[in-house]
């Protein structure tokens, strides 16, 4: 199996996909909250890093009428269609499935599918992990926001994860705040006072040392995004940030 696999995918990510879902399963229902409110311009996706779509809401991908899911995994393949085939065949949904590094190639696939919105599901934040190199992380995905300008998409990702005390948890935990990226760094919408990555660690129990995954300059300044937490293990979490930068309506 290619290292990479081993961090992002792979057999590892479906087994405990399948294992924690239940435990997840707030999260999934966030994401596909905020999958609604998107508009995306094409009925044309190009998924990267879709994986088995195990956190992926099956009526939003319902709205194209043609996905092509580009993942490294060679297993994302039969269990993508496991999870989501029978929802694709229902919308009379086309779906291309391919296996290769589609960062490394994002330029072909652009040029490839001119009028495709592009969605990266949950793929960008774990770069760091498989390139192993901080300066390299934030090259390649300055890189890559600034391939994909005058373009409509999207993304998931990890923005910090790290170490959880359960005993820390809040009675009531707020499991997703709405923000913007300003020029200054996040601000939190209606929010004032406490620096927002520390309300964020507090409602999931965090403590040291948090990993920052290098993409919270990802989305252009002002582009207004959905913070979600995910439960990753009992004693494990991540913040997950999703947004969209609307392109032409195709
Ligand atoms: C955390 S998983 C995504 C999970 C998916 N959102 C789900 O709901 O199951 C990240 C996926 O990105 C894929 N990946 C990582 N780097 C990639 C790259 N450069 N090109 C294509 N796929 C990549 C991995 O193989 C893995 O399947």
Redo the contacts with the bound molecule.
Sequence with gaps: MPK??DT???LR?HLR?LWRRSQWRDT?RHIADWLDTTQPASHHLLL?????????SGRWLQRFSRIDL????PY?HRLFRWNHGRALRESGTELHIA??????SLESLLRQHPDATIFF???LG??LF?VRQIERTEADLARITEQLKGRDWGS?HDLFSGPTDPLKLPAVPITQFNAVRDANGWVSEGLSGTPLHVRMLAQVGGIPDWVDHLTSELFPVGTPSRLIAWPFLPEYAHWLQAGWVAGTRR
């Design positions: 990479s696999l992002s995918g792979g990510w996909a999934t990267i890093g879709g994986s088995a779509g195990w956190m992926m580009i993942d490294l995994d994302a296996a290769f590094d589609a960062l490394e599901d949950n793929v774990q770069h498989r998931v």
